[in-house]
């Protein structure tokens, strides 16, 4: 199993090129069922991204761009009147998809972007009082450029809360875009791209990576860095608790990837700083002094780290 998760990560590596890390980090929240909000300019290859992963696992992909006209019923589904069989009809929406693209998220209304927390939520939409799930497993990618402002709509709390991670892509250096030409000179990775999971074997992944053990002292750690943010002084609103089992299951995720059945404190360390930080809210004085990545970062420094964790405890 680890050694196909190996290759899902080295087969959509060869469609991104110089992106392992980022790729690392799509796996885990594959496996943990987590939505991925990424942030980065134009032609950095977040759509490709979500294409690849979509074709590894042999699921559907639907792309939907948001505009300031675009309606929750255009994302979610409707209900109609169909002159020839004189019923009432329901037409699902584009939600109903394994790989969700939601590209530049931020240039829809806060009423479009409300029709997500449902389905990001509860994996079911609801048109007209009737509740569809979704497929599984279902994942929304969204995208927006962190720099153009003009036109869009900042992400309230409580929809950046329900995001897993937040990536972004960067440029690629000059030897990887020297690669990323080279290889796409006379050829389009993408079209040439096969499966490597079904999607039956990834609900498995995501049911067996919740048996990773967590020791105490590990998770006493985890609720220290959790608790820290809450109290901090450059906080007006720390990490939930959904936040909490975001890291607990992006701990486990990691662990799993390494082909270890605990959790061990480096693997909190190394997906914190995705998994945290879009879900601070700084006070204006912490506004002036910091960034939400940089206070995260200055806490995991200072978070006294357990001496042993669960990897003696068999």
Same mark, same amino acid.
């Given at each position: ?95 109903? @998809?394994?790989?969700?693209?939601? /590209? ?26 009737? @509740?569809? !799930? ?11 450029? !962190? ?53 039956? @074997? ?12 967590? /020791? ?81 970062? /200055?806490?995991? /420094? ?13």
């Amino acid at each position: 199993m680890i050694r196909a998760l190996e290759q899902l990560q080295k087969t959509i590596g060869g469609v991104l090129v110089g992106k392992e890390a980022l790729v690392e980090n799509i796996m885990i929240a594959l496996i943990c069922r987590g939505h991925i909000l990424m942030e980065d300019v134009p032609g950095t290859g977040k759509t490709m991204l979500a294409k690849a992963l979509a074709k590894s696992i042999k699921g559907t992909f639907r792309r939907i761009q948001f505009t300031p006209d675009i309606l929750p019923s255009d994302i979610t589904g409707i209900n109609f009147f169909n002159p020839k069989t004189q019923q009432f009809e329901t037409r699902p929406g584009p939600v109903m @998809t394994h790989i969700l693209l939601a /590209d530049e998220i931020n240039r829809a209304t806060p009423r479009a972007q409300s029709s997500l927390l449902e389905v990001m939520e509860e994996r079911q939409v609801t048109i007209e009082g009737r @509740t569809l !799930p979704v497929p599984k497993p279902f994942i929304v990618i969204a995208t927006q450029n !962190p720099i153009e402002s003009s036109g869009t709509f900042a992400l309230p709390e409580a929809q950046m809360d329900r995001f897993f991670m937040r990536l972004h892509t960067g440029y690629p250096s000059l030897a990887e875009e020297k690669r990323m030409i080279r290889l796409y000179r006379e050829q389009d990775p993408l079209e040439h791209l096969e499966p490597v999971f079904t999607l039956e @074997t990834i609900l498995e992944l995501q049911a067996k990576v919740r048996e990773i053990r967590l /020791d105490e002292s590990v998770e006493d750690y985890l609720l220290r860095i959790i608790q820290a943010t809450r109290t901090h002084e450059w906080t007006a609103s720390g990490v939930s608790p959904r936040g909490t089992l975001a890291l607990m299951r992006g701990a486990q995720a990691r662990a799993f990837l390494n082909s270890r059945d605990y959790v061990v404190p480096e693997d909190i360390k190394a997906v914190a700083p995705y998994i945290l930080p879009h879900r601070l809210v700084l006070s204006m004085d912490g506004e002036l002094h910091t960034t939400k990545e940089k206070l995260i970062a /200055d806490l995991l /420094d200072k978070v006294d780290v357990p001496v042993e964790s669960g990897a003696r405890r068999q």
